[in-house]
Every structure is written in structure tokens, then in C-alpha cells.
């Protein structure tokens, strides 16, 4: 909120008219539990445990949380605690884009019959409502709740914190009335929608998502940490809002600095997976993409639906991915013909994998991605002619071939092919660096700019591995070691990169990296180096879910220590300014359906498997793939029809 420290704060703790973080020692020293359905807070101060356990009441716009206050003493005690609530409350129907669209002057008054403060939004219609029970003592400086309370030694007292937000004030009082009357039943109710959320994400012909995810069977806690971390992003994407109009949808970051927007690259950095789990919203979104200018955008924004900020140049190979996984998944074919806007889903396919050819203004044969802004945003010289993103054009314009040549278009594709073919050769004759297995980037003026970073490691593995030799394969492979590996994550940028001074934002950069590149570039290393050897570091990777959903990007255990064992997740505070969740998180189940089991969901040719199982639990199974109508199981031996 404008002039604020950025997010607004309410129900903060005082303890006798004092902030309880400001105490020494102990005030500021919390201990955190994440729960998928709620979280837990405790902190020790002057003889007094605290303990919080916050959660969203279920279909609610509301927050709760349950406030215990332990006398750890031996005699009674009498202390003021305070509340401190506030609130920036407002409605906005137009697009949110860049963080929450808060009121900073909320009229503020007290309901004296039910001992709450109501915040009333003075430019919109919206109104919060937030109270303590049982009821307080009395209310100080118009906002701060307070509580006079007796504790006997050892004795624990427990306060219901409620915040209810709704279109007017009314709507709010009732809404927090109902939560605080049935706050215990809130609580069970909260618990018992997110087990069956859960479970729904794995059960055919369930009633919140429009697929299901294959059930993981394994004694190996590392692969199941691996496909539980993915999960989990996913999960704390999805977004049932009633007023998105898209209906379900799914949003790229944890809601704190874009709260209403969803990525064509984000979300294809784990499109299999969306594709499985709820292919309805994943087709939602492609066909919104396919009307909006995305060559002027990166995002959409689901409350309206726009387009949102400024051109992102991969939108064009992250849109044909999303399609591409859906079709493989689903096996929908006739989607291809469905009029979206003025074009066939299959025209704008073919529309968004030969775009690439408007951006070779200068004629150089590749695509001209544009400056920072278009790109990475953390690299200062990853501009224009990259090779990631023109590989990215190799696999698209592959994939629209087939699709055309099952059409019976079988000139178009041939056309489509030789070009994707000679693409990938300009690729590797003009930007690749020889013998040093990172690449460069072409500029406007003919000159070239080397950039050691790993998106065009693991673009090119993925979109062309199948156009490298076995000198590049192996040169990627040790740059990678070399330079960007770290034990526990991995590195973005090389440390020996000379723009490395250029940007710490740890997802691009050589502090740590994107939510994302750790599993993508797994799936690259599988192909150019030994299994055992890429598994180990797997295993590490896995840890980092300890820390609940993978968070936008994780730092190198050299640069903070690990927490819990684990690569330490980015904080969102400056100068890092990574959110605490990101849909690309979801890579990690991606990495174990399709490379791990070995998953290839060919497009017209059937279910293969080529497991790389034996260096984590040789007798996992992966059971009910949703694979064209049917299901299968995968396990060392390959693959079984399950109906």
C-alpha cells in the first residue's frame, strides 16, 4: 500500500502496551510450522508462551486464527495484551497487476454490541470486519483491542481472532458472526476440505478439478518428496475465485506482489502436470492467451481477463507447450478445430510457432527477443538473439508439423521441419561457444555477447537435444558441474559470468536460482550425463519442499545456510523480492512423470516408459496415468494398461 512498508499488518500483538517482537530476547524469535491448511506460530517472552495457529476459513473471504497465551510460571499473572488491527480494505474489478489495490483510508468504527471493529472502504464497496472473542475490555486509539488477562501458573487462556471481508458492512458483520459463533467447527471444517482437496487430486471423477494426478507408490522418501513439492505449488496456485472469469484457474506467484496473474512461461514450466491434474482450466487459459495480444504482454489477469505489462519474448513457445501438453494428455484433437476468436485453435498454434520469423527484422535467421524487460530481467547482456529462446521455435514448430501432417497437410509439415532442422543448425553454428558449453547471444549489429546462464543449458537440452553432437553434450554437462552446481540447488548464472555484478535477485542469478531451472535442468542432465550421478544431486533438490511449496527461487547453500537441511528459500523482502510460492514449483512433479518414470506421451504414437528408477526405489510404481481416456501404471518393467 502506497507510503506503507509495503504489506499491511493487522492483529499484531502487544504485550502491556509494549510490541511483542520488539522484546529481548525473545520477542522477535518465532518459531514457524507450515501445514498445507494452516500455519503455526510460538514465541516465548517474559515468562509467557505464544501460540498462533492461523488458517482461511473454507469458501470464505476470511481469515482466522486461534491465539493461546501460556503462563510458563509458577505464580499468577496479570498482563494487558493488545491487538492491533488495521486494514487497507477495497474492490477492484480492473485489472490488479502489480500488488493489492489497498485503501489507505478505511473509515474505521466500533460495534459496541458485538465489540469489533468494522473498516469501511471509502472508494469502493468493501468492508472488513475483525474482532477478538471472548470479548474484549474495551478498544484504545480507535483501533487497538484490548484484553486484561489473569493467568494462573502454568494456565493457558485461548482468543479467536476473526478478519471478514464482504461487499458492505452487513455482508462482513454476518460473515464474522457465523465464523466466530462456529469458530471450533471453522476450524474442523478448514481441516476436513483440505484432506478432501487433496485427495480429489488424485481420484478420477472427482468434483473440484477436471483430472487427477497419477497416485506415486515408493519407499524412497526423496522421489516422494520430489513429487510432493511439485504438488504442492500446484495446489496453492489454484484459484476457485468466483469472481475469475475464467472460472478455475491457476495464478503464477504466492499472491503477494502479483496476486491476480498467470504467466504463459510459468505455467509451462509445468504444464504436464496441469495437464493431468486439471486440463478444463490449463485449456482455459491457452484459449484466453491465444485472444489477448501476447506479443505485448506477459500475463493475464484473471479477474478480467486482460493482458497485463510489458511484451515477455518466450510467450510464443510457452503457449504451443501449454497446448502441446494438453493435446498429449487429453488426446482432444478436435479442440484444434474450435474457433477462438477469429482464428482455429490450430491456426493460432501454427500462428504462435512461426512468429519468431516477424522478429528476424535483420535477417540473421533467428528471432530477436528484445531488451531486458522482454527477457530475464536480472541479466543485463541476455538480450536479442538467445539461443533458449530460439530453440524453444525448433520444438514448436516440430510439434505443429506433426499436427499438420495427421491433418494430412504433409507439404506444410515437411516446409515446417526443414525450417525447424536449419534453425537449430544456425543455432549451433552461431551461438554456441565451442568447447566451453555455455552460448551467446546474437545482437542487432552482428556482434555477439557470450552469457554463461542456465536457461540456454536447459532450453536447448529441451526443445533440440536430439540436434547437438556428443562434444556439445558433454561440454554442457561439465559447464554445468563447473559452474553452476551447488550441492543442495544450483546457480542460474555463473559466478564467472562478468555480468554476475549486475543483479542479486536469486532466480536468475548467481545466488541461487528459479523455481523452475533445478528439475528442468535435471531433465537436461539425464540426457547428457550418468544417471547416478544427476540422482544424487536430485535427492538434495527434494529437501528444499521441507520448507512447504517451492518458493519462487532458493539460494545457494553458500550464500545462506541451509534451513532444515535444505536450499533456503527467498525472501520477498528487497533487495530479493522473490515470492514465497510459484506455479513453475510444479516442474519437480513434472520431473518425476516424465523423466524419473521415464513418461513419454506421444501425441499420435502411445504411452512409452523409460524409468531411471534403480537409483532411487527400484519397485515404485506410478499408478492411473491419465493418458487419451485410459490409465496406466509405470514401474521399472515399463508400462501397464489399467483399463
Known amino acids: 500500500m502506497q507510503w506503507s512498508p509495503g504489506f499491511l499488518l493487522t492483529c499484531e500483538l502487544f504485550l502491556n502496551d509494549r510490541l511483542l517482537i520488539s522484546y529481548a530476547p525473545g520477542g522477535d524469535t518465532i518459531a514457524y510450522q507450515w501445514f498445507p491448511h494452516r500455519f503455526v506460530r510460538e514465541s516465548q517472552v517474559d ?12 469458501k470464505r473471504r476470511a481469515a482466522a486464527q486461534s491465539i493461546r497465551v501460556q503462563n510458563l510460571g509458577g505464580s499468577p499473572r496479570i498482563v494487558k495484551l493488545g491487538f492491533d488491527m488495521r486494514a487497507a480494505v477495497s474492490k477492484k474489478t480492473t485489472a490488479w497487476f502489480v500488488n493489492s489495490p489497498g485503501e489507505a483510508d478505511n473509515a474505521v468504527r466500533w460495534d459496541a454490541e458485538r465489540e469489533a471493529l468494522i473498516f469501511q472502504a471509502q472508494h469502493s464497496t468493501a468492508a472488513s470486519v475483525q474482532g477478538i472473542s471472548p470479548k474484549p475490555s474495551r478498544v484504545e486509539y480507535s483501533r487497538m ?46 481441516e476436513a476440505d483440505f484432506n478432501s482437496l487433496i485427495h480429489a487430486a488424485f481420484t478420477e471423477g472427482n468434483s473440484e478439478f477436471s483430472g487427477f494426478l497419477p497416485q506415486l507408490e515408493t519407499n524412497d522418501e526423496s522421489l516422494w518428496q520430489l513429487y510432493q513439492a511439485g504438488f504442492k505449488n500446484l495446489i496453492f496456485a489454484r484459484r476457485p475465485s468466483p469472481d475469475s472469469k475464467h472460472g478455475t484457474t491457476y495464478i503464477t506467484l504466492g499472491g503477494h506482489v502479483l496476486p491476480t496473474l498467470s504467466f504463459p512461461w510459468d505455467t509451462s514450466l509445468t504444464s504436464l502436470s496441469l495437464a493431468l491434474l486439471d486440463p478444463a482450466a490449463l485449456r482455459r487459459l491457452v ?32 503457449i504451443v507447450r501449454c497446448a502441446e501438453n494438453y493435446l498429449r494428455v487429453t488426446g482432444d484433437f478436435a479442440w484444434l478445430d474450435k474457433k477462438v476468436g477469429e482464428r482455429s485453435a490450430l491456426e493460432h498454434l501454427v500462428a504462435h510457432a512461426t512468429y519468431w520469423k516477424e522478429l528476424d527484422k535483420l535477417g540473421h535467421g533467428f528471432g530477436d527477443y528484445g531488451k531486458i524487460e522482454n527477457l530475464l530481467e536480472v541479466v543485463s547482456t541476455y538480450l536479442h ?8 521455435n525448433v ?7 506433426d499436427l499438420l501432417e495427421h491433418r494430412g497437410q504433409s507439404a506444410r509439415a515437411s516446409q515446417l521441419r526443414m525450417e525447424a532442422t536449419e534453425l537449430a543448425q544456425r543455432i549451433n553454428q552461431k551461438l554456441y561457444v565451442a568447447g566451453k558449453g555455455w552460448w551467446k547471444c546474437g545482437q542487432p549489429d ?12 536447459l532450453a ?38 562478468v555480468d554476475a555484478t549486475w543483479n542479486i535477485r536469486p532466480d536468475h542469478s548467481w545466488l541461487g536460482a528459479y523455481a523452475a531451472w533445478p528439475p528442468a535442468t535435471a531433465k537436461g542432465l539425464y540426457k547428457v550425463d550418468r544417471s547416478e550421478r544427476v540422482t544424487a544431486w536430485v535427492k538434495n533438490l527434494a529437501k528444499a519442499g ?58 499420435f504414437d502411445g504411452l512409452k516408459a523409460q524409468p531411471k528408477l534403480k537409483d532411487f526405489d527400484a519397485s515404485a510404481r506410478l499408478v492411473n496415468l491419465r493418458y487419451q481416456g485410459k490409465k496406466y501404471a509405470i514401474s521399472g518393467a515399463g508400462t501397464t494398461l489399467l483399463n
Open 47 to 58: 515468562g509467557l508462551k505464544f501460540t498462533t495457529e492461523t488458517f482461511m476459513p473454507s
Open 287 to 318: 484459449e484466453n492467451w491465444f485472444i489477448q495480444d501476447m506479443h505485448q504482454h506477459l500475463a493475464t489477469d484473471y479477474v478480467t481477463a486482460e493482458a497485463v505489462g510489458p511484451w515477455y519474448g518466450v510467450n510464443d513457445m510457452a
Open 385 to 392: 538473439e538467445t539461443a533458449g529462446m530460439n530453440a524453444g
Open 446 to 457: 552482428g556482434s555477439f555477447v557470450e552469457v554463461r546462464h542456465c536457461y540456454d543449458f
Open 460 to 497: 536447448v537440452l529441451d526443445n533440440m537435444a536430439a540436434d547437438l553432437s556428443p562434444s556439445q553434450k558433454e561440454e554442457m554437462g561439465r559447464f554445468f558441474w563447473d559452474e553452476l552446481h551447488s550441492e543442495y540447488w544450483m546457480r542460474a548464472l555463473s559466478p564467472n559470468d
Open 395 to 401: 520444438s514448436s514448430m516440430r510439434f505443429v508439423a
Open 145 to 190: 483491542i484490548v484484553i486484561d488477562v489473569t493467568l494462573g501458573p502454568g494456565q493457558t487462556k485461548e482468543f479467536h481472532y476473526v478478519n471478514a471481508v464482504d461487499g458492505s458492512a452487513e455482508a462482513a458483520l454476518a460473515a464474522y458472526d457465523q465464523i466466530q459463533s462456529g469458530f471450533d467447527q471453522a476450524t474442523q471444517q478448514n
Open 546 to 603: 521441507n520448507q512447504g511449496p517451492i518458493g519462487q527461487a532458493h539460494f545457494v547453500e553458500t550464500v545462506f545456510p541451509l534451513e532444515d537441511g535444505s536450499a533456503y528459500k527467498c525472501p520477498n523482502d528487497p533487495p530479493y523480492i522473490n515470492d514465497w510460492c510459484c506455479i513453475a514449483g510444479g516442474g519437480f512433479t513434472d520431473l518425476v512423470i516424465d523423466t524419473i518414470f521415464g513418461a513419454n506421451l506421444g501425441l
